[in-house]
């Protein structure tokens, strides 16, 4: 069965950095996907895939992750300045971030209009070669 958590930026925003981490990593190591509002930072989102790499065993293979965010098109320069203060004080809420253990998601597609997440085929039986 294939489970998607939504997780509110909520739920993370007063938490540091590391502890964000743990939490997402902690559901993703439950075979879930995480759909998260907002954005992690950069910083954060590299220490998940360095906490990611020190987790891999033979039961967790990874992560898959794929951040975008929502606004499209050329903003006008007040407009940019407004949603980069909002972003400053009320932190990285625009856009979304999916986060799916490499068992359970093949690929992320993003192109402008849509997102594809690619799941694999867990029914699959593997061939057996003598």
């Known amino acids: 069965m294939l489970t998607l958590q939504f997780m509110a930026y909520s739920e993370i925003e007063n938490l540091n950095s590391s502890n964000r981490i743990k939490k997402i ?7 879930k996907i995480v759909l998260l509002e907002g954005k992690l930072k950069k910083e954060e989102e590299a220490s998940l895939i360095q906490a990611t ?4 065993n033979n039961k967790f293979k990874g992560i898959e992750l794929s951040a975008f ?10 407009n940019k300045l407004r949603k980069n203060f909002a972003r400053f004080l009320l932190g990285h809420r ?3 971030t999916i986060i799916g253990p490499a068992s359970i998601v093949k690929e992320i597609k993003k192109d402008p209009n849509k997102i594809e997440l690619l799941t694999k085929d867990g029914n699959k039986k593997r061939s057996k070669k003598r």
Not at 25 to 31: A, C, P, R
Not at 53 to 56: G, K
């Open 25 to 31: 990593l902690d559901i993703v190591k439950e075979n």
């Open 53 to 56: 790499m020190e987790e891999i």
């Open 69 to 78: 965010d929502y606004a499209k098109g050329e903003e006008v320069f007040i």
């Open 94 to 96: 625009n856009g979304m």
